[in-house]
């Protein structure tokens, strides 16, 4: 069973910042834009940022402007830097994988996910 594993999670106040981090399996970040999704309880998971192997990145209106996802090739990370949080931040964050050839064919859908890291912001 293929694992993304994610860590870096936590309480912050509003304003401030967390980065987080998500650990693929080789075979499986080699050929997969990754991302990262959340879900607040009651709501709908959305799409919080995704970036192809080719460095591009595409994030969601709400956190465009203060989170920034990188990838490291050579590592098979990819992170998250969160910045100027605020309470509506607040969710779990899944990390997730979709084949490359998905995403390219305009499927949004992820085929492997993380186990969820909790993000709590406070007012």
């Known amino acids: 069973q293929v694992q993304l594993v994610e860590s870096g999670g936590g309480l912050v106040q509003a304003g401030g910042s967390l980065r987080l981090a998500c650990a693929a399996p080789?075979?499986?970040?080699?050929?997969?834009?990754m991302g990262w999704y959340r879900q607040a309880p009651g709501q709908q998971r959305e799409s919080v940022a995704m970036?192809?192997?080719?460095?591009?990145?595409n994030y969601g209106d709400s956190v465009r402007g203060r989170f920034t996802i990188s990838r490291d090739n050579a590592k098979n990370t990819v992170h998250l830097q969160m910045n100027s949080l605020k309470p509506e931040d607040t969710a779990v964050y899944y990390c997730a994988a979709i084949w490359n050839e998905k995403y390219f064919s305009g499927s949004l859908s992820p085929d492997y996910w993380g186990q969820g890291t909790q993000v709590t912001v406070s007012s």
């Open positions: 970036i192809t192997s080719g460095l591009s990145t």
């Open positions: 080789r075979n499986i970040f080699s050929i997969s834009v």
